[in-house]
């Protein structure tokens, strides 16, 4: 029998979110960047553009911000069509993208970043 695999959905990372769509703010990703639906996200602070969140950074994008709610392809060009979840919200840990080799201490450290923004992430979810 042929096994199924498929890719995770909004739903699988989405746990709760509040009523008309308060959880979310519709933000533009900058060029350059081709991210997955659950990576956190950091804002430049000079362009108030998105980008994947980047602790060593110094432009903004070092403090978290959210959660892009879907892949979001912006290899060319900016991208305004992108969803964030911005507050009010618990999303499944296992679907959260965390930057590649990111320390302990500061994957702890946004956790709670996030958590005082009201986005909480949660193993049981």
């Known amino acids: 029998m042929p096994f199924i695999d498929s890719l995770p959905t909004l739903g699988d990372l989405l ?6 769509f308060y959880s979310r703010s519709a933000i533009t990703i900058a060029a350059g960047q081709n991210l997955a639906m659950g990576t956190v996200l950091g804002r430049k602070t000079a362009d108030d553009k998105h980008h994947a969140f980047d602790p060593a950074a110094t432009d903004g994008t070092e403090t978290p911000v959210g ?7 912006a290899s060319l ?16 840990e296992k679907l959260v993208i965390w930057p ?3 320390d302990a201490d ?5 956790v709670r ?13």
């Open 67 to 73: 959660i892009l709610l879907g892949d979001i392809d």
């Open 106 to 110: 500061v994957k702890r450290a946004a």
């Open 15 to 20: 746990k709760f979110e509040a009523p008309q």
């Open 77 to 92: 060009i900016d991208r305004e069509d992108a969803l964030l979840l911005a507050r009010h919200a618990m999303v499944a």
């Open 113 to 125: 970043h996030l958590e005082d923004i009201g986005i909480l992430i949660r193993t049981s979810a």
């Open 100 to 102: 590649a080799g990111i």
